[in-house]
T-cell receptor
């Protein structure tokens, strides 16, 4: 089975440019999570969706960040305009979440973003 | 406020011996705990989990122990193998409206297995 697929794997761009990160969750999973990993803050949750609906975006750092999930098999995380401090590895994860049981999240291999 | 803490940034263990990785948490609402393993340039890979109704869960060479009163969990790997060299993350969540929303991660422990 294919795991969580993220693209691109690496992105280098100049500050001020728009950046779009993409994620395809595992087929059948109903929850999708976006994380950011930095040296200073470790792995932190940005936003998560359940059944394509954003449930909690309290981790989104500021209005420059936005995320969408137009259907069950695709999500985007957009940064506009990008700044050097946005440089990090961004991970997408998915899980088959239910109300009464715990299921592990499965991660993609991440997008390493560098803003010059 | 670091709700999940891994106080040892690194650990070196001889091949064949037991590796013990520790994790402490502060939020008493956490009721589901996981360990992830991460290799460079890859995403975290789920290793093992434990629900708060248990105090031990075993899967092959990996065992997780949970001490709720001490708000402490540990991962035991025995015997340790060179392929176990990676960064290990502890994570926790609270069963609120859904199953596993808002995983909170520790900062990780880099395990090196010495051949």
């Amino acid at each position: 089975d294919a795991g969580v697929i993220q693209s691109p794997r690496h992105e280098v761009t100049e500050m001020g440019q728009e950046v779009t990160l993409r994620c395809k969750p595992i087929s059948g999973h109903n929850s999708l999570f976006w994380y950011r990993q930095t040296m200073m803050r470790g792995l932190e949750l940005l936003i998560y969706f359940n059944n394509n609906v954003p449930i909690d975006d309290s981790g989104m750092p500021e209005d420059r960040f936005s995320a969408k999930m137009p259907n069950a098999s695709f999500s985007t995380l957009k940064i506009q305009p990008s700044e050097p401090r946005d440089s990090a590895v961004y991970f997408c994860a998915s899980s088959s979440e239910t109300e009464y049981s715990n299921q592990p999240q499965h991660f993609g291999d991440g997008t390493r973003l560098s803003i010059l | 406020d670091q709700q999940v803490k891994q106080n040892s940034p690194s650990l070196s263990v001889q091949e064949g011996r037991i590796s013990i990785l520790n994790c402490d948490y502060t939020n008493s609402m956490f009721d589901y705990f996981l360990w992830y393993k991460k290799y460079p340039a890859e995403g975290p890979t789920f290793l093992i989990s434990i629900s708060s109704i248990k105090d031990k869960n075993e899967d092959g060479r990996f065992t997780v122990f949970l001490n709720k009163s001490a708000k402490h969990l540990s991962l035991h790997i025995v015997p340790s193998q060179p392929g176990d060299s990676a960064v290990y993350f502890c994570a926790a969540s609270a069963l609120l409206n859904f199953g596993n929303e808002k995983l909170t991660f520790g900062t990780g422990t880099r395990l090196t297995i010495i051949p």
